[in-house]
T-cell receptor, first 112, second 115 residues
């Protein structure tokens, strides 16, 4: 069965520091992978997606993620954190069907 | 294009009552999925509709039901409300076609409080 694991329910970084949010998935077929962001009292917004092709994917707001098949990972990074990045981030996987599985989420705190 | 809209945004109900939530997808999207989000359980998949047919269903009791209309708008209904049904209910739309990228676009959610 497919599953998504996000390591760390809370991550805290200083403004200007590297952001690294970890996501591992389990899948027996090539997955479609997504990162979504949720700001308080809002729905989820798509940050970036991996379908096929280039394994390094660039998204909005300076975020990027790298698909590593051998490690079954899809970690999200941003070189320099901004205060506005404080939010909850969700990794999600779809196996080419019509059901997307979401991870438990990682809340990012950015310290001034 | 207009985004996904959900009505109402906030709702307070009493135990035992029933509630209907509405979702209008992005124009051209034929798939609508519903999720329940709570602090303890995270995002839980409720069901997904495509062209008025339920294609997938999560592990929720029969009190939770939904439907989709010919214009792709969707409603979900919760009967005999329980305190544990208090949650943010999110609707997401997508093209829903096989071979697509399966990304979803979410509405702002309906915050349901059951007292």
């Amino acid at each position: 069965a497919q599953s998504v694991t996000q390591l760390g329910s809370h991550v805290s970084v200083s403004e200007g520091a590297l952001v690294l949010l970890r996501c591992n998935y389990s899948s027996s077929v090539p997955p479609y992978l997504f990162w979504y962001v949720q700001y308080p009292n809002q729905g989820l917004q798509l940050l970036l997606k991996y379908t096929t092709g280039a394994t390094l994917v660039k998204g909005i707001n300076g975020f990027e993620a790298e698909f590593k098949k051998s490690e079954t990972s899809f970690h999200l990074t941003k070189p320099s954190a901004h205060m506005s990045d404080a939010a909850e981030y969700f990794c999600a996987v779809n196996l080419g069907g019509f059901k997307t599985i979401f991870g438990a989420g990682t809340r990012l705190f950015v310290k001034a | 294009k207009a985004g996904v809209t959900q009505t109402p945004r906030y709702l307070i109900k009493t135990r035992g009552q029933q509630v209907t939530l509405s979702c209008s997808p992005i124009s051209g999207h034929r798939s609508v999925s519903w999720y329940q989000q709570t602090p303890g359980q995270g995002l839980q998949f409720l069901f997904e509709y495509f062209s008025e047919t339920q294609r997938n269903k999560g592990n929720f009791p029969g009190r939770f039901s939904g439907r989709q209309f010919s214009n792709s708008r969707s409603e979900m209904n919760v009967s005999t409300l329980e305190l544990g049904d208090s949650a943010l209910y999110l609707c997401a739309s997508s093209l829903g076609l096989a071979g697509g990228s399966y990304e979803q676009y979410f509405g702002p959610g309906t915050r349901l409080t059951v007292t």
